[in-house]
């Protein structure tokens, strides 16, 4: 039985993994900003098979609660081996151009409080010697464009942070993974047109607690987005700024 | 691209579809109509709701509680049977039954009130139905069960998503001591000889199904009875399925393929009795994820109709119809339903027998031959399935269907289908 902490945990694609990890008899901890929301799922992973399950109301950009909310987990699991970070927003882009507020806002949510948590996670793991740290990234992150960059900012700096993270704690035994999914088909992405690339919230998850098991540093997911990213990456940046992207 | 049903015929897309993901919210306000769309596996359209707005039901997908003394679960709408699968197996809990996919929500189970190979033994999915919540466009909630609110629920079970929104519904789900099913093969020629050892199945066999050769000159076929293993490992080892990433531009599936196909499946090596998991024998077609694209851009029907008990002539008639028309396709199901009645007011089945099969969509070629064998199923007294109809006429689904003024009533003033659209034109 292993010891999990999530939060974000309202997300479509984490709400898929604590049905698997719940099958498998784990114990969990759930953390999201909607009470309600928290008591369905633990109502469904409960019936699901885990071990145990808490939950705990908090809004991830509330910096200093994130001590308290650890210390909570960790009363409820009795330890703690792997932590999921899933929690996102898509910005509008457009919104954002014209309001530095809601940039800076967007900015914090994707991207600094995941900072906060990882700092968080990553000094407890590094102490114990073990454990993992798996945060969900974005393929968006892996280059700036013009139609979501505050997003894509936010995500290129999260991704930048793990990859420090991880040189620091590789030698304590500790796994830190950035998870890359590509376009999924969740709440986040209801208004845009589906096609042949989009994937289910639930193989994502599967990849994730795959990518978990084999102690994997990076996943892109589905893993065809790793080649579409390498092509992305590599063309000029002359060419690429014009680019309608 | 927008919510289709599984046949991917053309049709006119929502004009919005929204997630639907809590249960104690009220109804979206909306300028035109409503439907929920569980996962689209209905073929035609029953869950297509062209300009208005679709409510992607699949968002309501949490277990809420089970009891281990009775197998009842209690579920929102949007869990797939293959969740309750991948998580009560396991503990030896089985579906009490199930349809040819698994990928299909308790919601939509019961708005088709589906069947199963054994519906001899155990009726259609609504007869283990114990209660369910109908959301109203007006903000009501009902419980609905055979006692309380009864009409509403007779209304909704089978009544195709236009009664309102299915927030959860408690089900019954029946013991199993393994994940095995132990199978027996017979091959047969000719009707009479399918009905006499399906006759003599049924009367031993809690799952019976028959594949049969449309295109051959005198049918022939494979009854496949089945039985839950009686012990054995409960684990699940099913395969993670295979999926056809995109639609080719034509059909791949055409009068050559289908005689080479036909003629391989009859004569296959087929062991007499064998032990296999339960996902092959339940769901043979959902080892390939999206096997519907195989039929190319145009999409593609499934006419399947039930007839009752003493119409075997009717049978062979429509056999020999499609033989000689020369079109339908290798995944055709020929299965008797029992006498259980179904507490729905619309469902499909009747105390008789069901054909289920493909055709490839040749537009008027297509449309022709169904008419043809719509004249044939209504003067036995039959009827088609709403889940895979794209094309009957209104009139034929009212006249084959004695309650349809009944249930008329309950109808959600705000819900609305193409399929109904259709219905009541
Ligand atoms: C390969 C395959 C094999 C099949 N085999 C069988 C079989 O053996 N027997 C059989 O009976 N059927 C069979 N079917 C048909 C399938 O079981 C039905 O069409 C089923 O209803 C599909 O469920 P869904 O969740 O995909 O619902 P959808 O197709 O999305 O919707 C079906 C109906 O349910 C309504 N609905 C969905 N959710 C709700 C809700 N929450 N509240 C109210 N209404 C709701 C919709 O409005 C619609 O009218 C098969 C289909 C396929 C693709
Ligand atoms: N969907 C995609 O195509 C896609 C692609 C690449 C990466 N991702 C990433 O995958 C992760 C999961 O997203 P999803 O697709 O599963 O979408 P989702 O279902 O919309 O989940 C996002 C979750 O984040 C929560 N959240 C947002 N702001 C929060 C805050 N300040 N504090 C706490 N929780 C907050 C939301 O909570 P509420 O329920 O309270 O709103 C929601 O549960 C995100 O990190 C996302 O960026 C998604």
């Known amino acids: 039985m292993q010891k999990i902490l999530i939060v974000g945990a309202a997300s479509a694609i984490a709400e898929a993994a604590a049905r698997r990890w719940a099958s498998g008899g784990n114990a969990l901890f759930l953390v999201g900003r909607n009470a309600a929301r928290l008591e369905t799922i633990a109502g469904d992973v409960r019936v699901s098979g885990a071990a145990s399950v808490g939950v705990f109301a908090m809004d991830a950009n509330e910096v200093a609660a994130h001590p308290a909310m650890l210390q909570a987990a960790e009363k409820s699991l009795g330890g703690l081996d792997i932590a999921l970070i899933a929690h996102g927003t898509l910005p509008d882009q457009k919104a954002c151009e014209r309001s530095v507020e809601l940039t800076l806002r967007e900015i914090g949510t994707n991207g600094l409080s995941v900072v906060a948590l990882a700092t968080l996670l990553g000094e407890r793991f590094g102490k114990q010697g073990s454990g993992s740290v798996a945060v969900i990234g974005s393929v968006a992150g892996d280059r700036g464009r013009q139609s979501n960059y505050v997003y894509g900012a936010a995500k290129g700096m999260v991704g930048l942070f793990l990859q420090g993270l991880r040189n620091r704690l590789a030698s304590k035994g500790v796994q830190v993974l950035t998870v890359k999914p590509g376009f999924v088909d969740t709440p986040m992405t209801a208004a845009f047109k589906k096609g042949a690339l989009w994937a289910q919230p639930d193989d994502i998850a599967a990849g994730i607690l795959r990518a978990i098991g084999k102690k994997r540093d990076v996943v892109y997911l589905p893993g065809f987005w790793r080649a579409i990213m390498t092509v992305i990456r590599h063309i000029p940046e002359s060419v690429f700024k014009k680019m309608s992207l | ?425």
């Not at chain 2, 087929?270 to 519907?292: K, Q, S």
């Not at chain 2, 099969?357 to 209504?378: M, P, Y």
């Open chain 2, 1 to 425: 691209m927008a919510l289709t049903s599984w046949g991917q015929l053309p049709a006119s897309p929502a004009a919005e579809e929204r997630w639907w993901d809590e249960r104690s919210a009220p109804l979206p306000e909306v300028g035109g109509t409503l439907l929920a769309y569980g996962n689209g596996r209905s073929y035609g359209d029953v869950c297509l709701n062209g300009g208005g707005t679709l409510l992607r039901g699949r968002g309501l997908w949490h277990f809420i509680s089970f009891d281990p003394e009775n197998g009842r679960l209690v579920c929102e709408a949007g869990v797939l049977l293959a969740d309750i699968l991948d998580v009560f197996v396991p503990r030896g809990w089985f579906l009490p039954v199930t349809p040819g996919t698994r990928f299909v929500t308790v919601g939509g189970a019961i708005a088709n009130d589906v069947h199963g190979k054994n519906h001899h033994r155990a009726g259609t999915f609504g007869r283990h139905v114990r209660r369910f919540e109908l959301l109203r466009s007006d903000g009501s909630r009902r419980v609905c069960s055979l006692t309380e609110n009864a009409e509403w629920f007779a209304a909704t079970i089978g009544g195709l998503g236009l009664t309102g929104l299915m927030t959860w519904a408690e089900i019954e789900l029946r013991r199993i001591a393994g994940s095995g099913v132990a199978v027996e093969n017979r091959r047969f020629t000719g009707i009479d000889e399918f009905f006499a050892i399906n006759a003599e199945a049924e009367a031993r066999h809690e799952y019976t199904v028959a594949w049969i050769d449309c295109l051959a000159n005198t049918p022939r076929g494979i009854l496949m009875a089945g039985d839950h293993a009686e012990s054995g490992s409960l684990a699940d080892v099913a395969k993670r399925p295979l999926s056809l990433p995109a639609t080719p531009p034509i059909s791949l599936v055409n009068g050559l393929t289908l005689r080479a196909f036909n003629f391989a499946y009859f004569h296959r090596p087929l062991p007499a009795t064998a032990v296999v998991h339960y996902v092959p024998y339940f769901y043979p077609l959902d080892g390939i994820l999206h096997w519907n694209r195989l039929y190319g851009r145009k999409g593609f029907y499934q006419y399947q109709c039930a007839l009752p008990s003493g119409a075997r002539d009717a049978l062979g008639e429509i056999l020999r119809g499609i033989a000689v028309s020369g079109q339908g396709s290798f995944l055709a199901v020929l299965k008797t339903f029992g006498e259980i009645p179904s507490p729905g007011l619309l469902s499909f089945p009747l105390p008789g027998m069901t054909l289920a099969l493909d055709f490839s969509n040749s537009g008027s070629e297509t449309l022709a031959l169904f008419d043809r064998l719509d004249a044939i199923v209504g003067a036995a007294g039959g009827r088609l399935y709403p889940a895979k109809d794209a094309r009957m006429s209104g009139r034929f689904f009212r006249g084959s269907n004695p309650r349809f003024d009944e249930f008329a009533n309950f109808i959600d003033p705000k819900f609305s289908s193409d399929f109904w659209r259709r219905a009541t034109a």
